[in-house]
């Protein structure tokens, strides 16, 4: 990432991750970047940090603008070490006047680093430090994602620093949501939601609220992870809106894992009574799909139908282990089924169903069971299983409009 002035004396000098893959179990097939803002005024300030692993190119972007020891504060937006993993080694070397942060981030803070001694500014909402020129006023998003989260507002540019909000991570030299292919950015910003913002919705739906009636003259957004917005700031904005009513739409997932390919012949034919209905239907093999992929598609389908064998009383491992992935996302409004093949034992319906109703997900069959291998007529009862929630996703979008 090269250091671009992103307005008149502030600078991105965050680091990009290209070959990361794995973030916590997400996917990031796309790599990411821990953005960084440095901002030149009579108070030198540097807006978070980066991963430990990418300190050096931190660094080198601030010393081709300054010398770090002139930085007078560091904020920090939110604790999680992706953006916090190098703060001890920058705070030894820069000797900052000020570390400001939140409550919850001071305490963060000294829980993961143990140093009491650091210079805190602690800011709430509302709270305002002036740099000189410019004002930085904090705007507290607890929860959004982490107890400590907010956000930095300068007023005088009106460039909100959003932390992990808004984000995606999807790496690249370019800085700005106009240099890219804006269709992979919502790509991208959609699978962030999905599987770090899911669980807050009624959270992010109180501060879009809130940031609206603080009339904020926002002509930049730049979050921590991936490109600023500030040509789609209102695509953005809308997504987010829509994203955390949980609306959904005509879309079925049949989500499955299979044994012998039994299981996965009950999710063809379900499949086939899906397709008859006209219902947008799509299937994931978990062998193939990652869960947080799965899970972009869960935010707007209306039904999740789930497929396991029985695998030693229980579930097979994968879905047990998106069930229990899913779970943590807490997706609402949504309709759910299960099916599965067995050999003599046979919980795996039951299991799924009781996964589904833990979720507050509206489990509208009983749930199919079938003894080793379908034969034609086991499959014609798949097939019917597909119809009848097709045709009840169909009649729900009828009676809701
Ligand atoms: Fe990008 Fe919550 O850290």
């Given at each position: 990432?090269?250091?671009?002035?992103?307005?008149?004396?502030?600078?991105?000098?965050?680091?990009?991750?290209?070959?990361?893959?794995?973030?916590?179990?997400?996917?990031?097939?796309?790599?990411?970047?821990?953005n960084a803002f440095l901002i030149v005024d009579e108070k030198v300030t540097l807006m978070d940090t980066v991963k430990s692993s990418h300190r050096n190119e931190l660094l080198r972007n601030i010393r081709a603008i300054i010398?770090?020891?002139?930085?007078?504060?560091?904020?920090?937006?939110?604790?999680?070490?992706?953006?916090?993993g190098c703060l001890p080694e920058m705070v030894e070397l820069i000797q900052p006047e000020k570390i400001i942060c939140s409550p919850?981030?001071?305490?963060?803070?000294?829980?993961?680093?143990?140093?009491?001694?650091?210079?805190?500014?602690?800011?709430?909402?509302?709270?305002?430090?002036?740099?000189?020129?410019r004002t930085i006023q904090f705007i507290e998003t607890r929860m959004l994602h982490w107890p400590d989260s907010m956000f930095s507002y300068i007023k005088e540019d009106g460039i909100l620093f959003s932390s992990d909000a808004f984000?995606?991570?999807?790496?690249?030299?370019?800085?700005?949501?106009?240099?890219?292919?804006?269709?992979?950015?919502?790509?991208?910003s959609a699978k962030y939601?999905?599987?770090?913002?899911?669980?807050?919705?009624?959270?992010?739906?109180?501060?879009?609220?809130?940031?609206?009636?603080?009339?904020?003259?926002?002509?930049?957004?730049?979050?921590?992870?991936?490109?600023?917005?500030?040509?789609h700031i209102d695509k953005i904005f809308d997504a987010y809106a829509r994203w955390s009513k949980n609306e959904s739409e005509e879309k079925v997932l049949v989500i499955y894992d299979s044994m012998w390919h039994s299981t996965e012949r009950m999710a063809h034919a379900i499949g086939r009574g899906l397709n008859e209905t006209g219902v947008n239907t799509s299937m994931i093999n978990l062998k193939v799909h990652h869960r947080s992929d799965v899970m972009t598609q869960v935010l707007n389908a209306k039904a999740v139908v789930l497929g396991s064998s029985t695998l030693n009383n229980g579930l097979l491992p994968r879905?047990?282990?998106?069930?229990?992935?899913?779970?943590?996302?807490?997706?609402?409004?949504?309709?759910?089924?299960?099916?599965?093949?067995?050999?003599?034992?046979?919980?795996?319906?039951?299991?799924?169903?009781s996964a589904l109703t833990d979720m507050k997900i509206d489990v509208i069959?009983?749930?199919?069971?079938?003894?080793?291998?379908?034969?034609?007529?086991?499959?014609?009862?798949?097939?019917?299983?597909?119809?009848?929630i097709g045709e009840r996703v169909i009649k729900s979008f009828k009676t809701d409009s």
């Open positions: 990432m090269s250091n671009t002035e992103i307005a008149k004396g502030i600078y991105s000098v965050g680091a990009v991750d290209w070959d990361v893959r794995d973030f916590h179990g997400y996917s990031t097939y796309e790599g990411t970047t821990y010398d770090p020891e002139k930085i007078d504060y560091i904020v920090v937006n939110h604790v999680e070490m992706d953006h916090t919850m981030g001071q305490k963060a803070l000294i829980e993961h680093f143990h140093r009491e001694d650091w210079p805190f500014e602690v800011v709430k909402s509302g709270s305002e430090i002036s740099l000189g020129k984000g995606q991570h999807y790496a690249s030299n370019e800085r700005f949501d106009d240099e890219v292919d804006m269709s992979e950015v919502m790509r991208q939601y999905a599987n770090i913002l899911y669980l807050f919705a009624p959270l992010i739906k109180k501060l879009l609220k809130s940031v609206a009636d603080m009339n904020l003259d926002i002509k930049m957004i730049a979050p921590d992870h991936g490109i600023i917005w500030r040509s879905m047990a282990g998106f069930l229990m992935y899913m779970r943590g996302l807490k997706p609402t409004n949504k309709f759910g089924a299960s099916f599965g093949s067995f050999g003599w034992s046979g919980e795996s319906v039951n299991l799924m169903n069959e009983d749930g199919l069971r079938l003894k080793y291998v379908p034969n034609d007529s086991d499959l014609e009862e798949c097939v019917a299983m597909g119809k009848r």
